[in-house]
């Protein structure tokens, strides 16, 4: 064979050869990996004890006995704990009067301490990070949060920046939806989200009861994660995202005022908890999953899903009253990450998943002792797992978060190595789980209970225990 035919036979050859091999390349560089996170542990002197929530209340001087009453219920069954963590502002008696500034220091004490030590932890420079996203849904200042982390950290010019707010409790995950995609584009890069929330003007000081709930499971933290799309760091890396899927049912309008941020009849501004909520939630979970169950669960789990399904609609007279056919996600996944929206929120999803209370643990013992951080509490619950020793190579691990709009946001990761650090709750991590997770406030306030509305009051001089 001549050259001539050689070239006309073999340059096609090679070219084709050349484009699978870029998109081989290219299909390995969209890869999103978690290399570390850090989760906010704020100082002892801000933990929330029984005996100082007391008083927080007792200030509140639009609160009267019915309202005390209330609130007693509500935390007795919240499922948090004494140890959470609140706003300085608060302990210093000006949750009534926050100031611009009181925002801003709540933020900044967050992030020189997460992001210092996630990117000390990996010998990671500032100037290393390409992509920045942060995530605070209810405050924003000029210039933004995103800008402050920049110039306190003097991180390169043509950085990309992200600054989300009013996104929710769910808003880590479109964080995450948001470096996937630029990863998907572009090679070698290294992420930095931050997520938290801002507790300090925040904190409702009216009588509205679907607005006094927040007060009762809101509360401080945050966390840094790095993520990256490198290959040479693809061996230190701890998770690999495998799917995404998000949900939003803003156009329903049961769906969008279930969950709110709005002013109260006395002009107090607060967030609103409506009692359409758990069906909301519901009804979003169930369209999330619909869509990421195909694509993480195995074939015969969603045939017999499907034919169980089946056959119930045929013999619908017969079965009428029976218990629904419930998929099962544990075929396909090892741990479920869920976050902490409240003890009520935990148990509706254990249910409708048919989860045991091993795999419910997690966000029970998450929401026992760090409360309801917004967007960040599901990395407190995914540390609650790694530090239990829980996550080993190959697992599969399936996030699911909520939050205003109303949204549903789920994602699938691969655990890449065995996990064991001790992270944010190296300190306590041996306490639990507890043998009772069952909070002091009856014991303390519930004399209140028997008290007579026509004679009931508070001196102002009374020391809570």
């Not at 290219?26 to 100082?43: A, F, S």
């Not at 001087?61 to 935390?75: P, Q, R, V, W």
């Amino acid at each position: 064979m001549d050259l001539i035919s050689i070239l006309f036979y073999g340059l096609p050859l090679f070219y084709l050869l050349f484009l699978i091999w870029k998109i081989i390349d290219r299909k390995r560089h969209q890869n999103c990996y978690i290399l570390d996170y850090e989760c906010h542990k704020p100082t002892d002197d801000r933990m929330l004890s029984t005996g100082f929530s007391g008083e927080i209340i007792r200030r509140n001087k639009h609160l009267g006995l019915n309202e005390y009453k209330f609130l007693l219920k509500a935390i007795v069954s919240s499922g948090i704990g004494e140890q959470t963590y609140a706003p300085r502002n608060v302990f210093y008696g000006r949750e009534t009067c926050p100031t611009y500034e009181d925002g801003i220091l709540e933020m900044e004490e967050f992030f020189h301490d997460s992001i210092d030590k996630v990117l000390k932890r990996n010998g990671i420079s500032p100037n290393e990070i390409d992509v920045l996203v942060v995530n605070i849904s209810m405050l924003t200042c000029m210039p933004s949060l995103a800008g402050r982390i920049i110039n306190y950290y003097k991180m390169r010019k043509d950085i990309k920046v992200y600054n989300i707010t009013g996104m929710g409790c769910s808003a880590s995950l479109i964080s995450i939806n948001i470096v996937e995609n630029i990863f998907k584009n572009e090679k070698n890069k290294v992420a930095l989200m931050v997520t938290s929330e801002s507790l300090s003007p925040n904190w409702y000081i009216g009588n509205n009861r679907s607005m006094i709930l927040s007060n009762c499971l809101f509360r401080s933290g945050g966390c840094a994660v790095l993520l990256t799309n490198k290959m040479a760091l693809k061996n230190k890396a701890m998770f690999q995202l495998k799917n995404l899927v998000r949900t939003h049912h803003g156009a329903k309008d049961e769906a969008y005022d279930s969950c709110i941020q709005k002013e109260d009849d006395q002009g107090h501004i607060g967030f609103h908890l409506d009692k359409t909520l758990p069906k909301a939630a519901t009804k979003a979970l169930i369209d999330n999953l619909k869509t990421i169950a195909p694509l993480i669960l195995p074939v015969r789990e969603l045939l017999r899903f499907a034919i169980v399904s089946l056959v119930r609609k045929m013999n619908w007279g017969s079965t009428k009253g029976g218990a629904k056919p419930v998929i099962n996600f544990k075929t396909g996944v090892d741990h479920i990450c869920l976050h902490t929206g409240g003890k009520a929120v935990i148990d509706g999803v254990g249910t409708n998943l048919n989860l045991s209370e091993y795999d419910l643990e997690p966000a029970r013992m998450t929401l026992h002792r760090f409360g309801n951080t917004s967007a960040s509490s599901l990395w407190y619950v995914l540390g609650y797992m790694e530090a239990k020793e829980r996550l080993k190579k190959g697992d599969k691990v399936l996030m699911i978060s909520f939050g205003a709009g109303f949204k549903c946001n789920s994602c699938l990761w691969e655990v890449l190595r065995d996990l064991g650090d001790g992270n944010v709750w190296k300190d306590c991590i041996d306490n639990y789980p507890p043998k009772n997770t069952a909070n002091p406030f009856l014991e303390k306030f519930g004399w209140i209970q028997d008290e007579d509305p026509n004679t009931f009051c508070i001196p102002d001089d009374i020391v809570f225990p």
